[in-house]
């Protein structure tokens, strides 16, 4: 069953488009990958779908979550969902906590603002979710600023802060990034478990194709604010056909490897555009070995099940060094 359906989203800042007709649904319990390098549209398509964008920000298109278009509704209504269907866990939790406030007054904030109850009642059902993020000592870090925690146990203060409410969805915007290696993998494991248990949807914002390979049922690249290629994730990551996409994996794939010896790794030529700043047509152009001038007109994208965008689609498998 449809949870969200995301129809033509089109986002707009001082005249520039930013995310650019961009589609997609998704099932209840269903986890999707949003993936690209910094800069393609996918913190900003994150931040349309729950109306946190800037004031300056222009928004078309339909974002409708059980039948409510969230685009629509008003920012009161809006405020009442985030916390509550829906949960968000940003990228850097230093910024997104509150730092001279105790964290467990802040995860009780969010069960008392949507949820209602005594002080004491509040207090106890955070404890209970600092203890669900694996906390041994939730007393402790309840009574703990930002400042004194890890980022690894702020960012599981998110994670609390998230699920409180039981959400519908879950929005995780690059939730890793700033962890190392081992506390990356253990709040993947917790985020993956608790979405499970609470039986909601998640969209997981990355530009680490290892990140969202293991947790995420289906992906979507991004590229210059537009999805440039979907579908199951073995397929994408098995059977990439947008020429983007391919360069994403084989540049990922070099860097996991720690390159070849003697060997230089992989790139993608040159850097994604700035603001406003993406060539008319297909968006990727401009950095893409295969471009004629076919490519002056934006593909649309097409395809059953494994959808891409391109005119010239790689046919062949594709080996770490981006050979076709």
Known sequence: ?????????????????????????????????????????????????????????????????????????????????????????????????????????????????????????????????????????????????????????????????????????????????????TVQAQVLELLARLVAEEDAALVLISHDLAVVSGM??????????RIVESGPTDDVLERPRHPYTVGLLATSTAMAEGGRRGRTLPTIRGSVPGLGRFPEGCVFRSRCERATDRCRTMPPLEGAGHAFACWHPVERPVTVGGAT
């Open 216 to 225: 995420c049922d289906r992906l979507l690249v991004m590229y210059g604010g």
């Open 1 to 181: 069953m449809t949870l969200l359906q995301v129809d033509g989203l089109t986002v707009r800042i001082g005249g520039a488009e930013v995310v650019g007709d961009v589609s997609f649904a998704l099932e209840r319990g269903e986890r999707l990958g949003l993936i690209g390098e910094s800069g393609s549209g996918k913190s900003m398509t994150a931040l349309a779908l729950i109306g946190l964008l800037p004031e300056e920000a222009s928004v078309e298109g339909r974002v409708v979550l059980d039948g409510d278009d969230l685009v629509a509704m008003s920012e009161g209504r809006r405020c009442d969902l985030r916390g509550d269907r829906i949960g968000m866990i940003f990228q850097e939790p230093m910024t997104a906590l509150n730092p001279v406030m105790r964290v467990g007054n802040q995860v009780a904030e969010v069960v008392r603002r949507h949820r209602g109850g005594s002080r004491r009642s509040t207090r106890e059902r955070a404890l209970e979710l600092l203890r669900r993020v694996e906390f041994a000592d939730p007393e402790r870090i309840a009574r703990a600023y930002p400042h004194e925690l890890s980022g690894g146990q702020r960012q599981r203060v998110m994670v609390a802060m998230a699920i409180a409410c039981s959400p519908a969805l879950v929005l995780a915007d690059e939730p890793t990034t700033a962890l190392d290696v």
